[in-house]
């Protein structure tokens, strides 16, 4: 007979800490890289057409060329665009990914309130590091907030189904047995 595989106590989506870490991280790199290329890429178009465009070509070769410098810059603000989003948003969620670590081993086990002190703390982290304004830092916090919220529950119900439930709903089931007895 063939054991089920021990789960580790800090595990997340049926992975280990730093593969976790390490998968989020590199997803995200990749979203924030493709958004970055078609917004790069978009905005280096219109900059060449708005740099140019007091001085159109008027004959077929000269729109060719045109064309194949448009595209070329076009390309290179894609890959700059690329580059810089990829590595906004995968620096983001390696922050968000390693805070929500952290406290799961401070508190010793993976919960929802790990998820929420990584997002809020990520939010205010990155506000920080930005020097936004107030108004700016609240829709982060509450970004953040939402965000923790949302992994954290989904985490949760995924080990209540496994038969781990987090200790803070075993800590409510003792509380209402009590409470049943009085």
Same mark, same amino acid.
């Given at each position: 007979?063939?054991?089920?595989?021990?789960?580790?106590?800090?595990?997340?989506?049926?992975?280990?800490?730093?593969?976790?870490?390490?998968?989020?991280?590199?997803?995200?790199?990749?979203? +924030? &890289?493709?958004? =970055?290329?078609?917004?790069? #890429?978009?905005?280096? *178009?219109?900059?060449? @057409? %708005?740099?140019?465009?007091?001085?159109?070509?008027?004959?077929?070769?000269?729109?060719?060329?045109?064309?194949?410098?448009?595209?070329?810059?076009?390309?290179? +603000? &894609?890959?700059? =665009?690329?580059?810089?989003? #990829?590595?906004?948003? *995968?620096?983001?969620? @390696? %922050?968000?990914?390693?805070?929500?670590?952290?406290?799961?081993?401070?508190?010793?086990?993976?919960?929802?309130?790990?998820?929420?002190?990584?997002?809020?703390?990520? &939010?205010?982290?990155?506000?920080?590091?930005?020097?936004?304004?107030?108004?700016?830092?609240?829709? %982060?916090?509450?970004?953040?907030?939402?965000?923790?919220?949302?992994?954290?529950?989904?985490?949760?119900?995924?080990?209540?189904?496994?038969?781990?439930?987090?200790?803070?709903?075993?800590?409510?089931?003792?509380?209402?047995?009590?409470?049943?007895?009085?």
């Amino acid at each position: 007979m063939t054991e089920a595989p021990r789960l580790s106590q800090y595990e997340r989506l049926r992975l280990d800490t730093d593969d976790c870490i390490a998968l989020m991280t590199l997803l995200s790199t990749g979203i +924030g &890289a493709l958004c =970055g290329g078609y917004l790069g #890429g978009q905005l280096s *178009g219109r900059q060449y @057409l %708005a740099e140019r465009a007091h001085r159109l070509p008027n004959t077929v070769q000269g729109w060719y060329f045109y064309q194949k410098w448009k595209n070329y810059r076009v390309l290179l +603000g &894609a890959m700059k =665009g690329a580059a810089r989003y #990829g590595g906004k948003v *995968g620096g983001c969620v @390696l %922050a968000y990914a390693t805070i929500e670590a952290a406290v799961d081993r401070i508190v010793g086990e993976t919960q929802a309130l790990s998820s929420v002190v990584a997002g809020l703390g990520s &939010a205010v982290g990155i506000s920080v590091i930005a020097r936004l304004p107030r108004s700016s830092v609240r829709r %982060a916090c509450l970004a953040g907030l939402a965000v923790g919220l949302f992994t954290g529950a989904a985490q949760d119900i995924v080990h209540y189904r496994q038969n781990r439930p987090p200790a803070y709903m075993v800590w409510a089931k003792q509380r209402t047995r009590q409470l049943d007895f009085i």
